[in-house]
């Protein structure tokens, strides 16, 4: 991981759409959400999808940036 991969992070919570979108899946929340929020946050590690095809938020992302930055 590099700074271009925090940086692209830190880009989708500051977009009013994506940082709505993973809120609502942090609160189980999903609901409708916008399929573009939910694919720029896939393409950024904040969510997937299960095998049932129910998106998730991957918050474990947060701890890949800090452990690659701590080192």
């Known amino acids: 991981m590099n700074d271009h991969d925090l940086r692209r992070v ?7 759409d994506t940082l709505r ?3 609502a899946l942090v ?5 409708d959400l916008p399929p573009k929020a939910l694919h ?3 393409t950024g590690g ?8 129910k998106w998730r938020a ?3 992302r947060f701890r890949e940036l800090l452990r690659a930055h701590a080192e």
């Open 10 to 16: 830190l880009g989708l919570l500051s977009q009013d």
């Open 21 to 23: 979108a993973f809120a």
């Open 27 to 31: 609160l189980g929340l999903p609901g």
């Open 40 to 42: 720029k946050l896939a």
């Open 46 to 53: 904040l969510a997937a999808r299960d095998d049932d095809g």
């Open 58 to 60: 991957t918050p474990e």
